[in-house]
């Protein structure tokens, strides 16, 4: 009977997962929270714990990030990517995914990505290189670019005092392994995916659109188009990197935190507190409108990331701590003897949840509990980019819309779409060369 209870009680959470996913946008954390009511009320479940501390972390970073929006500042870093990419036009495959990765990692966040991707695909265009190439990998690139970065949300829940924050796995711990393992792993991406599909001009999808004159090579002229922008965008963009540095540096070195009752004081308050007042030395040095900040896209998918953690995040500890000792004595001796093998479910629920940070929240406290190693966990961080696999993420999505020449596609059977190859190398390789470096300087 206790199995069977356990079994409806996963498939509610599976649902209300699904269906979440399902609707998007902030969905996955009003049906999670849905799934929280049916197991508190119908089963009798303990209310999980809620991840209150992610929460605020994403509040403050978006909020800053929000604010170098309105202040021009990310057109002002897209301005200058573009430079950089348009100076070797002829290496995009390569030079593409590095800027990409850059972008987000200083950004915190993936979709800022979607001011690179046209740039990107016009680019290659124009070189007669085929854009799938160049596109795809960066598109992965993005995604990781958030499993290392100091001010994302996925990072901040891996240091959250009660996961791996508690066993002293801090921000400089993170990028030591997770910021040369993600770049040796799109180098070999990249190296891979400039052999892959056939050139350009022999492509049957972009010989048909040239055909039907949906593309007009001949008639086409190279244009390096700059957008007005504020003149004090430069400004709010170095106060960002302020920030970013602040937060390397405290979190790096513990003696530089204020002291309270002979701790030094608690990540999770330095990010908040130094973000949100970067947010606002943001506001004054670039003369931007604050009302304006929470009308941009980043604000907007910030908050949807917020509330899918709350939702998501609070079921999944309410349905684990609810049933913790039967799970645990299913399934702790796997674990226990091949806990690399946790990367799995990491990956599996980063598909359903659409979110690094959710996934990190959910699934961590698991893996500390069924006796997974936290240097472990950390080397698997890169799993939870694991929603490239089906080819619905915005960035996915955003990429084929803009490649024009049809390279970058869905196939015909969903799964075998252009960022699979790209996805699998770089999860795989970064795994690899995260477990080398753990073992080397950890």
Known sequence: METLLIILQLLVVMAMIFIGAKVGSIGLGIYGMVGVFILVF????????????????????????AALQAAGGLDYMVQ???????????????????????????????????????????IAYKEKVRPERPLSVATIAASLGITGSPVSAATA????????????????????????????????????????????????EYQRRVSEGLINPEAEATKDEETERNPRAKWAVLAFLLGVVLVVLFGSIPAMRPQFHGEAMNMNYIIEVTMMSIAALILLVGKADVREAVKGNVFASGMSAMVSIFGVAWMGSTFFLGNQEVIMGSVAGVFTSWPILFGIPLFLMSIMLFSQAATVKTLYPVGLALGVPPHILLVLFPTVNGYFFLPNYPTEVAAIGFDRTGTTHIGKYVINHSFQLAGFITTFVSIGVGYLLTLLLL
Not at 43 to 48: I, M, S, Y
């Open 42 to 65: 119908c089963f009798g479940l303990e209310p999980g714990v809620v991840p209150v501390d992610v929460m605020l972390i994403i509040v403050s970073v978006i909020t800053a990030s």
């Open 80 to 122: 200058i990517a573009a430079k950089i990419l348009r100076r070797n036009p002829s290496r995009i495959t390569f030079y593409a995914p590095f800027v990409t990765w850059l972008f987000c990692f200083l950004a915190g966040t993936a979709h800022t990505c979607y001011a690179l991707l046209p740039i990107i695909s016009e």
């Open 157 to 204: 829940a891996v240091i959250s005092q009660s996961l791996l924050g508690g066993a002293g796995i801090g921000i400089k711990e993170i990028m030591i392994i997770t910021v040369p393992a993600s770049l040796i792993a799109i180098f070999v991406a990249a190296l891979v995916q400039n052999f892959v599909g056939k050139p350009l001009e022999q492509d049957p």
